[in-house]
């Protein structure tokens, strides 16, 4: 993509555009329903969201429909955790794409209890681990929900606390990798503790179009375009990014590089971020999922964007 | 990045003082001595280059030097057969990440005997057996090295036998591959006619200037900014770009795109070609190897290319 | 079991009441069709023998029908290989179950081309390899039939060259699990040359009563009771029938152990062959398979055999 | 074997000769350190027991001093949950071998989280939780020792307290295994109260002489042939027989089978339990391991047992 084609193009016509081609795919795919708190949502909702690098904002659908992030919140975790604690935080997490499920724990037993990424339930964990390790049990969520509020520059993004209570009810695969994280010596703080943290941050709610701002700072090197808040640097907005377009997608993550070509991140909620650096950053939310996991509609409309606009990064 | 940014940029300073820093690194890592052919190289060879869009190439180190490309020719033949079978390759070869080493078979078994991506051997066998069943046995790799010299706009790359018959005589790990995706019926071709081509395409030998250049159009969207010729689509050429960054260094791919941030293939002769869309295309060579099998200090130069240039995608 | 309580046994009436009650179950189960040679067999054929150390003979059905004996010939060919080679055949085959499927290629890479154990495939193939070797290629074979004919004191048993044309047509999969292992320097032989012997092993066909009678001596410390031959020794013996039960019926070797309790081994032809230290021995044939690859009514004649004789080593 | 020959067997004779000769070896291997309570032992201790039908006791060395039993105890626990359960208990726990270490998870998810065989780690977390299910959380493991006390016909097997904390404390790679059945639904009781009982379980501590006598029954078809008590039916008694000969030393099972030739447990305090049917129950301690983390010095007693009391079962 050449940057300066987009300086006036007309992002709400081709909002609009997807929001009306959109409709028959609505029925298609199943609610993520592994726990009983996400099952609950209308089931064919869309909305989708754009934010230029100007803070100009355009939404088709229930973009101010609060939904819930689930894993979407990996990717403010890590470079939360990234501040606090430094690039040691890759002595116990990888940055391969795993080639397996969001949730399997064989490559855990052939790496010695080194996840293979930090957008995958396990090393998400460690991920959360090293932020409890740094702001306290108490205040590491509430530091996390503060750091999406800044950069949502909104106070909408919020806790869930009956998806929480849910998380925690159904959690036991994630407490069989934190236990298996444990016995390695890769996790530090207590197992519970640790969880606990993690399910309430697989919990946070927010809108579409406050998934979009949220986002904006990492299409802008680090830095918010429309408050000046650098958020992080610019080398590690560019690592996070390809960390996204590497791992973004559990093992379809090469489907929507090849098809999206954009870094991105889905989660069971059925949302969606994805980031054009220099340019922007895209959020959609549709909650029923193909067979990988991601957004049926989510993807598909994410695609039309991308073929549409030609916003590609290759 | 910006890509006007680059208009004036000193392409030749930045070679110049990567071509100076590089030399305390030549001494590490060990040359691929998987086959005897290859072992026989200098092993403190050094060299790198640039061409971009403009077709200004711009070089340091051993560039008119010829090499054996070894697994870059993967991405050539990927081309090629796309062009030849269209999409329907796609049936018989996946587009993910493979998250295990490149002459793995563990994920065949698993996926029955279809690839994970075809930048790995498995998947690249496929790949050449769809060139070799649509040009025949006997004109194949005549197609392949004629790709690659209109690519090249060089009659440089040639086959280099004695590499290809050290492959042959060294190729039981690649025959197991082979035969266990024909008792799948992945393969068409007869074995022994798929691989013979398959280490042909494995030796070809060509310059660093060469290389780079044969590069290009996939900097340009698929056609050849100097020629006009139109090698690929646009949309084969991003999506082409998108497995090399997905895939081209095996279970290193990942950082990679961490610390680089650009599509790019290596091969074990010490190769990497990556590519900056609409900037221009890089080779380095160096024969030396890191732990993956990649280039050591070609790794380092093209990370430290694209540090000094800010040319990274994210 | 208590071994003198065997002299009178009426083992005639044993079988005649699994021949009468096994009529039922020739109608289950599915017959090998991986190679079209063996699927022209009459699917509801059964036959029974057993034969005690004094050399009794007690059959029912069509026991003088003969059958391709398929992976139970992988028996005779490792006794035959110690002879031949001796403990060092122990360095490139392992003598543990592999928890994993016949003809699975995953153990392989996982221990660097060393097969688990001599009864699956991969192990097979190094067994003949290593005969091959020490009789050389043209004589490998007539070297292996011979010893079942004498352990069998009957001319009957062959090579059914349909059957073993029928295996080289189809043994890609072999092929693959041999290149493998040959790429590891696990086989010492021409891969060709090792496949073509296996190929023939494989295809060797005999009468449910010669495979009984050729399974004496393995009831009798190595010694064949009639003949007085010794054809291994008291330790072999004891370690071949030791094999036979950790590894003798693929992935279901457990429940073979749990449910029959004996040593045996099963071949795709629908053969089973069972031994009863110092008591004697016991083949089975019946083509249609369970899911594992084993006889479906075979093995449920051997459990009755085991239950109402009491024959169980435990 | 010929049981009649060892109405007069020199057994006395026997384990002083193997007391003698297995001097040397006392300081190979290393004792386990995986829980600081079990590194606290003389790792240079010896003891062997034989008991048989007869009720006569042989011994050597160490054999009243008790010991940790460890994994031992998994073989009486499963006998108690048989008879708690009934055959239902496989629906959740396989009886094949699993080809991999006693604690590794990876086969867990290839199989839904059902274990491969009830002596591996996962396996027997499963037979505790059923315990624990049909006895309360207050009595179970009293049951378990009850019913071990039993089967010894002795007080003396008793729980070591600081053992069991200890597993508790280093009980993280369990805790994994058992979350991880818990969330495929295998697991029925709450984890933390079915790993206490697992944990109290592995801490059962008694004398050589004592686990000798305790398993006499497996080498009578379930009945103490002194008391006349029936602890099990015949028919469980030789399908435990043959779990023990096909999954009692974990990823070194075959090697047992081969060498030794007899059902038998093995657990990491050193000790190994292994079973000759109809003629006796034979105990050995010796804390230093092998790599497989079976006894070093006992395998090799047990292997001199067999060879020269010729009780293999083959």
């Known amino acids: 993509m050449r940057i300066d084609h987009y300086d006036d193009f007309d992002w709400q016509g081709l909002l609009d555009s997807i929001g009306a081609d ?5 029925t298609h795919g199943e609610v993520a329903n592994y726990i009983p708190a996400l099952a609950a949502v209308d089931p064919e909702s869309f909305a989708m969201a754009f934010v230029n690098l100007r803070g100009e904002t355009f939404t088709t659908g229930r973009a101010s429909t609060p939904f819930s992030i689930q894993s979407i919140s990996k990717v403010f975790a890590l470079i939360l955790a990234l501040e606090l604690e430094g690039e040691a935080l890759w002595d116990r997490v990888g940055r391969e794409p795993s080639g397996t499920a969001f949730n399997s724990i064989v490559q855990l037993e052939e790496d010695h209890g080194v996840p293979r990424n930090p957008l995958i339930n396990a090393g998400a964990i460690v991920v959360t681990d090293s932020i409890v390790g740094h702001c306290g049990e108490s205040t590491a969520i509430a530091r996390l929900l503060a750091f999406i509020r800044k950069a949502a520059n909104s106070l909408g993004p919020r806790i869930d606390m009956k998806v929480a209570e849910s998380e925690e009810a159904y959690g036991d695969r994630n407490r069989a990798l934190a236990y298996f ?16 943290a993690y399910f309430q941050q697989c919990a946070i709610a927010m809108s579409t179009v406050d998934l979009a701002r949220a986002g904006l700072f990492l299409a802008n090197g680090g830095t918010d375009p429309a408050t000046g808040l650098e958020l992080t640097t610019k080398t590690r907005t560019d690592r996070l990014n390809a960390i996204m377009m590497m791992c973004g997608h559990y093992d379809m993550s090469g489907d929507f590089a090849f098809s999206v070509g954009l870094p991105g991140k889905s989660g069971v909620g059925g949302g ?11 959020a959609v939310w549709s909650p029923r999922l193909n067979q990988a996991g991601n957004s049926l509609a989510g993807t598909q409309a994410l695609q039309w964007f991308s073929e549409r606009s030609q916003v590609t990064l290759f």
Do not use: C, R, T, Y
């Not at 994280?181 to 606990?196: C, N, Q, R, T, Y």
């Not at 969606?272 to 895209?282: D, F, N, R, T």
């Open 22 to 26: 959109i409709a028959p795919l609505l």
């Open 181 to 196: 994280m444990k016995s390695f010596g890769i996790l530090k703080e207590d197992v519970p503790i640790a969880l606990k």
């Open 272 to 282: 969606i971020l994805a980031i054009i650096p220099q340019v922007g950053s895209v």
